[in-house]
Structure formats: C-alpha cells, structure tokens
C-alpha cells in the first residue's frame, strides 16, 4: 500500500472516536445518527468529520469514505452492510466506495 508523506495511516493514530465516526458513517448514518450514537453533539460530529477530511486529506464525504478505504481504516466493514450504498457491488467504482452520508 502507498502512503502519503504526512499521514498517519495505522488505527493506533486516530483516536477512537474519530474511528468509530468512521465505521458509523460508512454504515450509511447522517451526522445526528452518529452524535446520538456517540452520546455528543450534531456540531462535534460535523467537527471531527471536517477535520477528519482534512487529516486524510479527502474533499468531501465520498472521498473521505473512498479514502478511509483506501488506508485500510475500514477493515472488517463488508460492502453490503448498512444502508448506503449498493448492495449489488455496482457502480463507477465497482462498489469498493461508499458515500458517506451528511
């Protein structure tokens, strides 16, 4: 896998909010979902996700999703869970990619 110079890939970096901010929003959750989830506020998820885009370097939800991906901060995710997404593998990325959801 490559990596960009300056980023942190491995799980131990992020802290385990901003890990399970992850995980939810691939899931498909909007931001309130995930702050009801998490206990915190709508505003603290809106932060931690904007900050989380410009820690992966992502410019928006899709790429931060894609990106997440990409840097193996999904594993154990299976495409088809949640409720964004494809279920059928479809799509212009061959389904490897899901929108995450504001």
Same mark, same amino acid.
């Given at each position: 896998?490559?990596?960009?110079?300056?980023?942190?890939?491995?799980?131990?970096?992020?802290?385990?909010?901003?890990?399970?901010?992850?995980?939810?929003?691939?899931?498909?959750?909007?931001?309130?979902? &995930?702050?009801?989830?998490?206990?915190?506020?709508?505003?603290?998820?809106?932060?931690? &996700?904007?900050?989380?885009?410009?820690?992966?370097?992502?410019?928006?939800?899709?790429?931060?999703?894609?990106?997440?991906?990409?840097?193996?901060?999904?594993?154990?995710?299976?495409?088809?869970?949640?409720?964004?997404?494809?279920?059928?593998?479809?799509?212009?990325?061959?389904?490897?990619?899901?929108?995450?959801?504001?």
């Amino acid at each position: 896998m490559t990596t960009t110079p300056g980023i942190e890939t491995g799980r131990a970096q992020l802290e385990a909010s901003d890990q399970r901010i992850l995980h939810l929003l691939y899931r498909g959750l909007d931001d309130a979902s &995930v702050a009801r989830h998490l206990g915190v506020g709508h505003r603290t998820v809106q932060r931690k &996700v904007q900050r989380l885009m410009e820690r992966l370097q992502a410019n928006g939800r899709v790429a931060l999703g894609a990106r997440a991906q990409e840097l193996g901060l999904l594993d154990g995710e299976e495409a088809g869970a949640g409720g964004a997404g494809r279920s059928d593998g479809g799509g212009a990325t061959g389904g490897n990619s899901r929108a995450i959801r504001g």
